[in-house]
């Protein structure tokens, strides 16, 4: 950043390319932002850490950017303007496509909560533990038959 800011001083680069950059820049921390999330919940079967009404707000977020970007190329009868910025368009399609992928896998791949299994699981593990613990716990009462 304070390399691009002292090309940009140096009238190498303009101030509009040099903020252009960062748009960019955006457009690709988004790509690293979510594909971690979808990973996991795909490694996971499970989206059962995530919040589903952040990406719910993010879908309506991208779906009222390119409602907008759609009314104002209406409105003055300019379709170029729709995809001029790149990375407004860019952001809110992908932002739409990975938030698609989300609800898809809270709502219908991984609808059934990875929780209720790690009870039943925890159950069993404990009762083992229990039964296990009166042993040792009878070992520990009575030290002079150990002894012996």
């Known amino acids: ?10 009238c190498c680069v303009t101030w509009f390319q040099y903020v252009s950059i960062f748009s960019y820049v955006k457009l690709g921390i988004t790509v ?17 850490a995530v919040s589903i009404y952040q990406f719910l707000l993010d879908l309506t977020g991208g779906a009222l950017s390119l409602i907008q970007m759609g009314l104002i190329a209406y409105n003055y009868d300019d379709w170029k303007t729709f995809l001029g910025d790149f990375t407004k368009f860019g952001l809110a399609v992908l932002s739409i496509l990975y938030d698609l992928i989300f609800i898809t896998q ?31 716990g009878a070992v520990a009462a009575d030290p002079v038959n150990q002894l012996g």
């Not at 991984?110 to 699981?121: D, W």
């Open 32 to 48: 690293v932002k979510y594909s971690p999330q979808v990973y996991m919940n795909f490694r996971n079967k499970s989206t059962e």
């Open 106 to 136: 809270h709502y219908i791949l991984y609808r059934e909560p990875r929780y209720s299994h790690l009870k039943e699981e925890e159950r069993e593990s404990s009762v083992g533990l229990l039964s296990e613990g009166r042993q040792i």
């Open 1 to 10: 950043m304070v390399l691009m800011s002292i090309v940009a001083a140096s």
